[in-house]
């Protein structure tokens, strides 16, 4: 019987987690899998709804005004609930086998963390606390002997294909991206791009913001980052190549030239299956691929002066310190910002740029060895200088 906490189960990763993990028989007596902890944040109506089903021993929402509405969906179940970050930390430190971090934002960072820290192994779906403290992560995962998978389709690929293989071996790691709802655009007709039209992407079904993040390649500019801070590689051993069909989940050059691919349908289930089951493969409900129905595989280079994120992420990776923990507590505003509509599309990156340079000669920036502490208080103060910013922007955009 394994034991597994669900950080983020109401969102599009953690409702595919249930999904893996009922089919499996959780919540059934006798199951391979007993929920420790289910959190979410607002759908107060589906985390009472999993956890009836599922049974866990304490469920969390992170907001502490809805505590009270938890309860009463809860009422006559005999589960025990709890509201606020810290109830989300106290959840993530209790016994469990797997933890799967399904929060988005960097409000992931400290659950999973704190997850690694108590011995489970952390199913990562958010990247974004690679991205703010990969090196405090990967640090606390070798102190502790711990083990982090990553449930991001193409560094669970990658992860997929250097098993069994020497890292030193590498040559490169190539992304796959799919290049977002907005590929085709124009750079004139991206400035006037709204969040309906950001969120129509081709291939795969997400959360609203990774979505958004898909079609301003953020979201790539972000993996570039997570797979330069857990496989270790060097920024220039990193390739991004536009690839429509997101068959191709990513790809491995080796230095003998054989390049290894994970293929498999454009389903998370791949990802969070393979970390569920890991260091086996368990019969997963996917797709199986038809190639010749599929008949072709594409490959384009990315143009980076319409997707400016994948030139930021560069910028970040060869800046160092705490530069990741700007990007993307700068992006997440960005991001708030430009679904509020007071901001246009492609001043998400203008933000993002703007608020890099103004820290850019902050003396805690150039910090290699950062604590938790000093990643949160650079995520903060990211965030206020965005904030700020974000009103010069949009009064331009206004004028
Ligand atoms: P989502 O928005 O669908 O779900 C987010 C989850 O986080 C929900 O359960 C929500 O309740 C919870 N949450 C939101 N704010 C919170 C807060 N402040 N504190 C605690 N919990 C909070 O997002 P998603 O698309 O499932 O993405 C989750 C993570 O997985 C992100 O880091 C994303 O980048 C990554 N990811 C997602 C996919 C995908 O297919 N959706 C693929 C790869 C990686
Ligand atoms: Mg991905």
Redesign the pocket.
Known sequence: MRRIAIL???????TQTIDLITRAGAGSEGADFHVTAL?????IALLAQQARALRPDIVVT?DPSRLGDLQDALAGSGLAVAAG?DA?REAASRPADIAVN????A??LVPGLTALEAGATLAL????SLVAAGPLMMRRMHETGGQILP???EHSAIYQALTGEDIAAVDRIILTASGGALRDWPLERLQTATVAEAMAHPN?A?????TIDSASMFNKALEVIEAREFFGVSPAQIEVIIHRESIIHSMVGFHDGAIMAHLGSPD?RHAIGYALNWPKRAPLPVARLDLAKTARLSFEAPDEARFPALRLAREVMAAGGLSGAVFNAAKEIALDHFIAGSIGFMQMAQLVEATLDRLSSDSGLHNDAATLEDVLAMDHLARVRATELAVGLASGLAG
């Open positions: 983020g189960s109401t969102g599009s990763v953690g959190t979410g944040a607002q759908n992170s970050a989300i399904a929060i988005v934002g409000a992931g779906a958010n990247k974004e449930v991001d389709s795969w997400m959360g609203q913001r990774i998370m």
